[in-house]
């Protein structure tokens, strides 16, 4: 499916850094659970409105967040984003997909743009996280104006990005020794646990 974003010929419309205070692993749990969207992400939910039932995650293989009625496009205000990536066929011309590739790499698919994170450690507290909006070339070569575009997800990062430096106060702490304490509906951060400590076993 992915296929379609045919993402090696997007050009690259706006690039931002963040440095976060948060080991790079509580970005990736971040990430991969949406509950938190609800209270932390008010302009997201305007668009995904399923976002703000509190229950959203990766583990639904496939699943695309369905834009509200109202919205015209996947942008700040609702507006109309810009030309649709032409391989994005019906049926998914109207959502928002993401998807985590262990261990560095979060890709987000609307329907006219990537949202394209890489996250660099720079240390067990502190990750820097590089992310790039990736439209059609001849959107990026018209000038055209991405900032309601590149709007929603950049609040969306410093909004994450906030509650990910939160819990790293925390962090340190004996009680998060192994990992804290998962709930059912995260049995998929519990995989990505598993993972991290294979990837640590000799
Ligand atoms: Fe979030």
């Known amino acids: 499916m992915i296929a379609g974003w045919d993402i090696g010929n997007l050009e690259v419309g706006r690039r931002i850094s963040y440095d976060v205070g948060a080991n790079w692993k509580l ?7 949406c ?3 609800a209270t932390i992400h008010p302009e997201l939910t305007e668009v995904l409105p399923e976002f ?5 995650a990766q583990y639904f293989v496939g699943h695309g967040a369905e834009f509200a009625e ?6 700040v205000d609702g507006s109309a984003g810009v030309t649709v990536i032409p ?8 959502k928002y997909y993401a998807i985590t590739v ?6 987000n698919l609307v329907p006219d ?6 996250m660099y450690p720079v240390g067990p507290d ?16 018209s000038g055209q104006d991405l900032d309601r575009s590149v709007e929603l997800f950049h609040r969306v990062n410093q909004q994450d990005f906030d509650a990910c430096e939160r819990c790293q106060l925390a962090a340190s702490s004996k009680a998060y020794a192994q990992g804290g304490v998962l709930v059912p509906s995260e049995h998929h951060i519990g995989a990505f646990h598993r993972w991290v400590t294979e990837q640590l076993t000799p």
């Open 35 to 37: 509950y938190h969207c």
């Open 126 to 141: 502190r990750t820097v996280v590089e992310c790039d909006w990736l439209y059609l070339p001849e959107v990026v070569r």
């Open 52 to 56: 703000a039932d509190g229950f959203a």
């Open 113 to 118: 743009h990537v949202i394209f994170h890489r």
């Open 87 to 94: 391989g994005v066929v019906a049926g998914h011309d109207r």
């Open 70 to 75: 109202e919205a015209q496009g996947f942008t």
């Open 27 to 33: 970005i990736i749990e971040n990430f991969m659970e």
């Open 102 to 107: 262990n261990p560095q790499v979060f890709i």
